[in-house]
């Protein structure tokens, strides 16, 4: 008899979880519009410098050649470094300065939900 309480109990907290969040299902991200960033754009015909230089005050993910991803907000871009600011991962207090030439990789957000 327990059991079968108990099993009622999770079906129950299950169709209120999906009654609450109707977002989650399915049909809603499907009927959802994908539309482009304005101004985001990488150009393969230029250099890693210069389309880091494309992403200034957005939010990027770089990858150092250890393999280690840092996040946060591209504040600068120099001759050798880049600068990001408030850093992912509950480091919002912390900045980071990256060497150009160790970085293998480069992630941005170039698409999003019409709101």
Request: aromatic residues 0%; proline residues 0%.
């Given at each position: 008899m327990e059991k079968r309480m108990g099993l009622f109990g999770v079906i129950v907290l299950v169709a209120i979880f999906f009654s609450v969040f109707p977002a989650l299902k399915g049909d809603a991200l499907?009927?959802?519009k994908v539309i482009p960033i304005e101004g985001m754009a990488y150009n393969?015909?230029?250099?890693?410098?210069?389309?880091l230089k494309a992403l200034v005050g957005k939010n990027v993910s770089v990858t150092v050649g250890t393999g280690q991803t840092l996040s946060?907000?591209?504040?600068?871009?120099?001759?050798d470094l880049i600068h990001l600011e408030k850093l992912d991962g509950g480091r919002d207090f912390f900045d980071a300065l990256i060497r150009i030439e160790d970085i293998s990789t480069i992630e941005a957000k170039f698409r999003d939900f019409e709101r």
């Open positions: 499907a009927a959802a393969v015909d230029s250099s890693l410098e210069d389309n946060g907000i591209l504040k600068a871009v120099g001759k």
